[in-house]
């Protein structure tokens, strides 16, 4: 009986093995590679995101500090201007207190007789009444200035009628013109704190 013998294989047949390993490995690290650069990518786009995100935040925050510190300065500056207002309004409170002082001094000093004025004690009147004056003066106060025959003017004026007037009464015809100056008037800037009392024609 005779024995079968095997072949040896040929080496092409060895060479189609290894081909096809090195195939099969190539594609394993093709497919690990290309998952490697989904993940790369995905990771990329987490970060981006999250990136933005940070941003988004800090930009927020970034806006309202801004808005705090907006706010910070206004309340300085209402805070500011409250002040002066509160400062404003206590002066011309005083000043309100002073000015019928400064009236009675002058009803006494427009009357003292030529051949008193002289005296020491007409001097101090004096004196202490040009110290009111400069009181008021260096807090801003100004006096309206008002002469007889002006015309009317209710901002500046407070009118008194003329009881002497007889064509007034009767016929109501009034000039509307200063005829007189009881007391003086005095604003403060444009703000008028005290109308001039005046008789109208």
């Known amino acids: 009986m005779s024995k079968e013998h095997k072949k040896p294989q040929s080496n092409s047949a060895d060479y189609r093995n290894l081909t096809g390993q090195e195939n099969i490995k190539k594609k394993s690290e093709k497919e690990i590679e290309d998952a490697e650069a989904v993940e790369e990518n995905i990771s990329l786009d987490e970060a981006m995101d999250e990136f933005a995100e940070i941003k988004k935040k800090a930009n927020e925050n970034l806006e309202g500090w801004q808005r705090c510190q907006a706010d910070f300065e206004n309340y300085k500056k209402r805070s500011a201007d409250s002040q002066k207002d509160l400062i404003k309004y206590a002066t011309q409170s005083i000043i309100l207190e002073i ?26 009147i004096m004196y202490i009444q040009k110290q009111l004056e400069n009181i008021v003066t260096e807090n801003g106060v100004e006096e309206i200035e008002v002469k007889i025959g002006d015309s009317f003017d209710p901002v500046y004026h407070e009118a008194i009628e003329d009881h002497e007037c007889v064509d007034c009464k009767v016929d109501h015809k009034y000039k509307n013109k200063v005829k007189k100056v009881l007391t003086k008037g005095y604003k403060i800037g444009e703000k008028v704190i005290r109308a001039a009392r005046v008789v109208v024609e």
């Open 99 to 124: 000015l019928p002082v400064i009236d009675n001094f002058h009803a006494s000093t427009d009357h003292i007789p030529e051949d008193q004025k002289e005296n020491s004690w007409v001097t101090g």
